[in-house]
């Protein structure tokens, strides 16, 4: 990789560690896409929990009861955006998903939660089904263990990045195909 194209994935990088620690970072809720047994795309928003640039792995929450769970059980490839508007620079990963329920790594993360965060967890009806009105929070709490049940955290290896970043003189585009070693490609934007 020449320095130019180390430089731009860096940036990229150190954007996904930086915003893992930021509410406010614009990196903090990217987009994350797969596709249903039909093959439908689906895209939704998520908040990074963690970030580790040299294990290329990304973390994030969801409710064990989503039908997206038993998506990537079934198939792990997922797609990843985010934009920095101020920064002028696009992140795309491509990956796979691990799902972790009740195990000893989504344990962990359960334990370093905020009782807050762990709310959408003690609802008792799945995620996804049909109301008559608009949802309201569930009145009692379920019992810790159960809430827990309905935690899933996905960990995202990603072994592709695409970095755009918008500029005068002309965009920069580099993809960085991670295998034995780094292929790096500057490309047309
Ligand atoms: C700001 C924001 C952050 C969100 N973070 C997450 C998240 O970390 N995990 C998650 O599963 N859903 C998150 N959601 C909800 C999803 O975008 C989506 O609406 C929900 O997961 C249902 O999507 P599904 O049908 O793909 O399961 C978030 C939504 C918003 C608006």
């Known amino acids: 990789m020449s320095p ?4 731009l994935l860096n940036t990229a990088l150190e954007a996904f560690e930086r915003a893992s ?3 406010r970072d614009p990196f903090h809720m990217p987009m994350l896409a797969n596709t249903d047994e039909r093959g439908q ?3 939704r928003t998520i908040v990074i929990r963690e970030f580790d640039a040299s294990t290329r792995r990304l973390v994030f929450h969801s409710d064990a009861r989503a039908p997206k769970i038993a998506q990537f059980q079934r198939d792990p490839r997922a797609a990843l955006t985010a934009y920095d508007h101020p920064r002028q620079l696009q992140v795309r990963l491509l990956g796979r998903i691990t799902v972790h329920i009740s195990d000893e790594q989504s344990a962990r ?3 370093s ?4 965060s762990k709310i959408g967890y ?5 995620s996804g089904i049909p109301l008559n009105e608009p949802f309201a929070n569930a009145v009692g709490l379920l019992d810790d263990a159960c809430a827990f049940a ?6 995202f290896s990603f072994d592709s990045i695409e970095v755009l970043r918008l500029q005068h003189q002309g965009h920069a585009r580099l993809r960085v195909h991670f295998a034995e070693t780094a292929q790096a490609q500057w490309l047309t934007p």
């Open 113 to 116: 939660m905020q009782p807050m």
């Open 4 to 7: 130019a194209q180390t430089e």
């Open 41 to 43: 795309p689906l895209l």
């Open 122 to 126: 003690h609802e008792p009806r799945d």
């Open 150 to 155: 309905h935690m899933a955290v996905l960990e």
């Open 21 to 23: 620690k930021d509410r």
């Open 109 to 111: 993360r359960w334990a």
